[in-house]
């Protein structure tokens, strides 16, 4: 009988550190000599073909490239079973989770549960309007370890674990980075008011 896979997530706000822990945990299946798959979702267009996870350059006040690993993208459940099957992986990295539709929960449980396969998955627990974002509240239900991360307050320095947004639309998925989003405490967050 085929042992049951696990399932990881990683959550929090944006700048937490969400990424490279998930990097981290794949390098470390790598180096364990597992066949590591990651996928992202097809509307994360931030970062084309990877995973990355930045770092802030403190005299620049910018945020550069910290890590990254080689990501696929995928756009349905069909293309994800296929990538899944040619790669022969055992680990499947996914990154913004968030951005997923349902289909991706009954996956993630057919990989895990029924395949064997170890799941990490990182992404936003809330939006920015502090509301369940996506389909992450029923990942972290089924996950075996969950691991929640705070940020830094963009604004005081606390612990942040809020992403306030700056600019743009009123829609919650808008692609962006420290463009149009910071980490702020519960303290320093404000209601978006944009267009």
């Known amino acids: 009988m085929k042992q049951a896979g696990t399932i990881s997530v990683f959550t929090g706000p944006m700048f937490s550190g969400k990424s490279e822990q998930l990097v981290a945990r794949l390098r470390r299946a ?23 996870s930045r770092q802030l350059k403190d005299e620049e006040r ?4 910290f890590t990254s690993m080689p990501a696929h993208t995928v756009s349905d459940e069909r ?4 990538l899944v099957e040619s790669s022969e992986c055992q680990v499947l990295g996914v990154d913004e989770a968030q951005f997923f539709p349902e289909w991706f929960v009954d996956t ?3 990989l895990a549960w029924q395949r064997g396969l170890e799941v990490i998955i ?3 627990d809330m939006d920015a309007w502090r509301k369940p974002f996506g389909i992450m509240p029923q990942l972290i239900a089924i996950a075996d370890q969950v691991h929640k991360l705070n940020a830094i307050c963009f604004k ?3 612990e942040a674990r809020f992403t306030q947004k700056l600019a743009g639309s009123q829609q919650q998925v808008e692609i962006g980075d420290a463009d ?16």
């Open 180 to 195: 149009k989003y910071e980490a702020r405490c519960g303290n320093c967050f404000e209601e978006f008011q944009g267009q």
């Open 79 to 82: 293309e994800l079973f296929i």
């Open 30 to 52: 790598g180096y364990a000599k597992l066949k590591v798959l990651v996928v992202k979702p097809k509307k994360d267009l931030r970062t084309v073909g990877e995973v990355v």
């Open 156 to 158: 005081c320095g606390a």
């Open 122 to 124: 990182s992404g936003l």
């Open 108 to 110: 993630v449980t057919i």
């Open 62 to 65: 910018k945020f550069q490239k």
